[in-house]
C-alpha cells in the first residue's frame, strides 16, 4: 500500500504521529507493507509538485534495485494499493491518472482507497452550506485558503480539472485502466457533495466503485482511534482489498 497522507496540502508528514499510527495499523490489520510518501508541501511547492512526487514514488519502486533495498521480500508489487485521506485521497486519485500512462515493469495499481478525498468547485454544494457554520475542521472559507495555497499563482477558478475532477471540464477516465475504488464519506463532512459525486463519476465512467458511508462521523474520524468507525473502517478497507484481489486471482 503506498499512502498518501493528508493536510490540506500544506501542513503534516508521513512521521506525524496520526499517520504514522494509522499506516502501522493498515500494516498490522490487512496485513501490508505500507510506504508513506513524504511529498512536498504548498505554498512554497504548488501543484503538481505534489502529484510529480507521487508517480516518482511508484517509479521508484518499480526498480528492482530499490526493491531489494527498501521493501522486505515478500512485498508484491503487481498488487499495490493506493491509498489516501482528504488532500491525500486527492493526490492519490490523480497519481494514478498519471501511472495509467506509464509503462511500469512490474507495478501494477490493483485498487484505490480514498478516504474523505478533497474535491471542490466554483457552486457551494448543500453539505458544505450545511456544515459550514459548525465543521469541525473545515469551513468554506478554510477550503478556500487551501485551494489558493495549492493551486498556481496564474488565475484559476475551482471548476479546474484538478479541483472539481467530476465537473464540467474534468478529465474523461472512461478508457483508462482506472482500479476498483474505495471511496468513504462522513455525514458531517463539508466536502460529503464532492465526494459522493466523485463515486458517481466512477461509475459513470464505467469503473468499479463501493461507496461506505459513516453517517455520524466528521473530517478525517478515523485518526482517532477511540472512535468505534475507525476500527470500523479499518475493517472495511481490509474486505475491499480482498474483495479486489480475489477478482483479480479468479480472472487469471
Same mark, same amino acid.
Given at each position: =500500500?503506498?499512502f ?6 500544506? @501542513?503534516?508528514?508521513?512521521d #506525524?504521529?496520526i ?6 495499523k493498515? /500494516?498490522?490489520e490487512?496485513?501490508? !507493507?505500507v510506504?508513506? #510518501? ?13 502529484? $510529480?512526487d507521487?508517480?516518482?514514488?511508484? *517509479?521508484?519502486? %518499480? ?5 531489494? *533495498?527498501?521493501?522486505?521480500?515478500? /512485498? ?8 489516501? %485521506?482528504?488532500?491525500g ?5 490523480? !497519481? ?8 511500469f515493469?512490474k507495478?501494477?495499481v490493483t ?5 474523505q ?10 453539505s ?8 469541525l475542521?473545515?469551513?468554506? *472559507?478554510? &477550503? ?6 495549492f =493551486?498556481?499563482l ?7 480539472p ?6 464540467p471540464n474534468?478529465? $474523461?477516465?472512461s478508457? =483508462? $485502466?482506472?482500479?476498483? &475504488? =474505495?471511496?468513504? !464519506?462522513?455525514g458531517f %463532512? ?12 466512477? +461509475? ?7 461507496? !461506505? ?6 473530517h &478525517? ?11 470500523q473502517?479499518i475493517l472495511k478497507?481490509k474486505d475491499?482489498?480482498h474483495? @479486489?484481489?480475489? +477478482? #483479480?486471482?479468479?480472472?487469471?
Amino acid at each position: =500500500m503506498v499512502f498518501f497522507h493528508g493536510g490540506a496540502y500544506i @501542513v503534516l508528514s508521513p512521521d #506525524v504521529n496520526i499517520y504514522d499510527d494509522v499506516c502501522r495499523k493498515f /500494516a498490522r490489520e490487512l496485513p501490508a !507493507v505500507v510506504v508513506s #510518501v513524504n511529498y512536498r508541501l504548498a505554498p512554497e511547492h504548488r501543484h503538481p509538485a505534489q502529484h $510529480d512526487d507521487g508517480l516518482d514514488v511508484l *517509479k521508484f519502486l %518499480d526498480v528492482e534495485e530499490n526493491r531489494s *533495498k527498501w521493501l522486505p521480500e515478500n /512485498a508484491n508489487i503487481s498488487r499495490c494499493f493506493i491509498a489516501g %485521506d482528504s488532500a491525500g485521497g486527492h493526490i492519490a486519485l490523480h !497519481v494514478i491518472q498519471r501511472a495509467s500512462q506509464f509503462n511500469f515493469q512490474k507495478l501494477k495499481v490493483t485498487g484505490l482507497v480514498a478516504i474523505q478525498p478533497f474535491f471542490g468547485g466554483e457552486e457551494r454544494t448543500e453539505s458544505e452550506i450545511r456544515i459550514d457554520g459548525s465543521a469541525l475542521i473545515l469551513s468554506m *472559507k478554510w &477550503t478556500d485558503w487551501f485551494w489558493n495555497a495549492f =493551486m498556481p499563482l496564474e488565475s484559476y477558478n475551482r471548476d479546474h480539472p484538478i479541483i472539481n475532477v467530476s465537473g464540467p471540464n474534468g478529465v $474523461d477516465i472512461s478508457e =483508462m $485502466d482506472f482500479p476498483a &475504488t =474505495m471511496v468513504v !464519506v462522513a455525514g458531517f %463532512d463539508g466536502l460529503r457533495d464532492w465526494q459522493i459525486r466523485y463515486y458517481q463519476w466512477l +461509475k459513470k465512467s464505467g469503473k468499479e466503485a463501493y461507496l !461506505v458511508d459513516y453517517p455520524n462521523t466528521f473530517h &478525517t474520524f478515523y485518526v482517532f482511534p477511540e472512535l468505534p468507525e475507525s476500527d470500523q473502517l479499518i475493517l472495511k478497507v481490509k474486505d475491499f482489498i480482498h474483495k @479486489v484481489l480475489n +477478482k #483479480v486471482s479468479s480472472a487469471q
